[in-house]
């Protein structure tokens, strides 16, 4: 068993194409453990019942965006450790400004890449295999 079979992810995005190109690249890499939501209260919601080592998060969704999300993340003691990787379209520099103020691990730009995906995630918990 590699280390990448251990870990929990939860995906959190809102379009369907995303979701299905972000857990094809997590099965491509060996994570078998992944949750999807499709917006940013319901991966709260299931992330405060049962939390997971590593949330990948679209940016832009409804309920809560991604940085909304990841900051209630860091409010709780049980979710506030969580690795955090935020999925964007945007070249905003001051998105990613904003996301580190709440402890953002890592950011991958879209359109991404297996290999990308796999650097992003090795910069938050080392290498996978």
């Known amino acids: 068993m590699t280390y990448a079979s251990h870990l929990d992810i939860l995906v959190a995005d809102d379009t369907a194409v995303s979701r299905a190109l972000l857990c ?20 709260l919601h299931k ?46 520099r001051s998105l990613i400004d904003e996301g580190r103020k709440y402890a953002l691990n890592n950011y991958l730009a879209k359109p991404f890449t297996t290999i990308g995906l796999k650097a992003s995630i090795e910069a938050v918990f080392g290498k996978l295999a």
């Open 24 to 43: 094809n690249s997590l099965e491509e890499l060996g994570f078998t453990r992944v949750r999807v939501e499709n917006d940013g209260k319901a991966a």
């Open 47 to 92: 992330l405060m019942q049962k939390p997971a080592h590593l949330v990948i998060s679209d940016y832009n969704m409804p309920g809560l965006n991604g940085i909304e999300l990841l900051r209630a993340l860091r409010e709780f003691q049980a979710t506030r450790s969580i690795g955090f990787i935020l999925v964007t379209g945007r070249s905003d």
